[in-house]
């Protein structure tokens, strides 16, 4: 008989220290990618490459005090300089390299290998993406965000926070530093 009731109260231990196991496991959050994507800020003139205006520097630095909690360990550009330029600030802040995507094959070869190289980032990471007028709605596009809005040529100050968990996709599109108006 004792030893009865000890196995029952082994067994209930054992199933109670599993179940304790499993709501620990559930509390936990799961890992979700954060993808950030920017249009790059104000260009100083209208030629090819152009670097950026007052303005878009004004932008940069604050779109790196909007990402200064967000501590993102890849940034993605494109190889023209006002995407860097854009994005340097808060590359030099959080210590990363921004990494150039190259623009041969056109702009849909473009967004494919941005998205790729997101997919292929580790699972918790925070991603800044710092694009054109005509690559930031694709891209989130390519992300699984399909209700992205097509970006007027006028607009500078769309965030767009992305959390890719698991196959689904929450967007929250907000502005940041000061706000654009397109007439």
Do not use: F, W
């Not at 003139?45 to 932008?59: C, I, K, T, Y």
Request: one cysteine or more; proline letters at 5%; aromatic letters at 2%.
């Amino acid at each position: 008989m004792k030893r009865l009731l000890l196995a029952a109260a082994l067994s209930l231990a054992a199933a109670l220290s599993l179940a304790a196991a499993l709501s620990l496991a559930a509390a936990l959050p799961v890992a979700a990618q954060t993808v950030v994507i920017v249009r790059h800020a104000e260009k100083a003139d209208a030629s090819a490459d152009p670097a950026l205006s007052e303005a878009g520097e004004a932008r940069a630095q604050a779109l790196a005090a909007a990402l200064v909690n967000a501590h993102p360990s890849v940034i993605l550009t494109s190889p023209l300089q006002r995407t860097r330029l854009t994005a340097a600030p808060t590359a030099e802040y959080h210590s990363v390299s921004p990494e150039a995507v190259p623009l041969e094959g056109g702009v849909e070869a473009h967004v494919a290998a941005v998205a790729a190289r997101v997919r292929a980032a580790p699972e918790d990471a925070t991603i800044l993406i710092v694009g054109h007028s005509n690559t930031v709605p694709l891209i989130a596009r390519a992300l699984g965000y399909a209700e992205a809005a097509d970006m007027p040529e006028c607009e500078y100050d769309r965030l767009t926070r992305l959390k890719l968990e698991g196959g689904s996709v929450m967007a929250i599109v907000t502005t940041y530093g000061d706000r654009t108006s397109c007439s």
